[in-house]
């Protein structure tokens, strides 16, 4: 899976968006069920002239839809829109459903991946306690867990869950939906000649996530990826880490409290 990806939430026009992205070098495209692009997504990767299996595909199935066969139908449907025989990653879109369907639905999900409808199975918006629930229904452990996560929510019981557990993060609103005032990211992009975007994204790399900023832009698209030719200091990355809020510091939905 490649380390930056392209979230495309919120984009009801995302084909020039994806377009740009892949031709910039992105392999990596963030899509789910509820965004309701699916489709135009599908369109920008045969556009692209890019072998299917060279771009890494993620959508996600919500509550509304969680249960065992509706989830089963809801992943053909998924293939019917983007036009692919496989998906690569699919993971369950929240934890509001509440125990029982949860399980099934994520039962479902690797009986999708048995079939060879979807590569890998994961989740987002668990907390540690959704986890746990996972292991202990005896099935194997998703191979991601996405979340907000940025510097000013950061999440670290869910991070270091998963990283005991060799569960993969991926981190959505990276960006912090372009609040860039705060005083000591300003600083940090004065002094790499950065725009507060790319230190953003460097951030969330050099934590070992994997970032997920989005722009309907596709000047901004290519943007957010040029971030391979500086590194943040250990002051810096310090500095940044203690911007944390815990759950204060939100700017989306965040649902990982679902009972």
Not at 99 to 109: D, Q
Not at 185 to 204: E, G, I, M, P
Request: net charge neutral; aromatic share 8%.
């Amino acid at each position: 899976m490649p380390k930056l990806g392209l979230g495309v939430y919120r984009n009801d026009d995302c084909k020039p968006a994806c377009l740009a992205a892949l031709k910039d070098g992105y392999r990596h495209i963030d899509s789910a069920r509820m965004y309701r692009n699916e489709k135009q997504v599908g369109e920008a990767v045969r556009e692209s002239g890019i072998k299917r299996e060279d771009i890494f595909i993620t959508s996600k199935i919500a509550s509304p839809d969680h249960g065992y066969e509706k989830c089963l139908a809801v992943v053909d449907e998924s293939l019917l829109n983007f036009g692919f025989d496989y998906i690569d990653l699919y993971l369950i879109h929240d934890a509001l459903a509440g125990t029982e369907k949860r399980v099934a639905t994520y039962r479902a999900l690797l009986e999708a991946k048995k079939e060879g409808k979807v590569r890998t199975v994961g989740v987002s918006n668990y907390s540690v306690k959704h986890l746990e629930e996972i292991k202990e229904a005896g099935l194997e452990t998703p191979a991601i867990n996405q979340i907000e996560l940025h510097p000013f929510c950061q999440q670290k019981p869910i991070v270091e869950y998963c990283a005991k557990n060799n569960i993969i993060v991926q981190a959505y609103c990276p960006l912090v939906r372009g609040k860039f005032d705060n005083p000591t990211l300003q600083a940090v992009s004065k002094k790499y000649s950065k725009d507060v975007a790319q230190v953003l994204v460097r951030w969330s790399l050099q934590k070992g996530l994997v970032p997920l900023p989005k722009s309907s832009q596709p000047s901004r698209v290519v943007s957010n990826a040029d971030v391979y030719d500086f590194e943040l200091d250990n002051g810096d990355m310090e500095a940044i880490d203690a911007l944390d809020q815990g759950k204060a510091g939100a700017i989306s939905w965040n649902p990982v409290d679902a009972a």
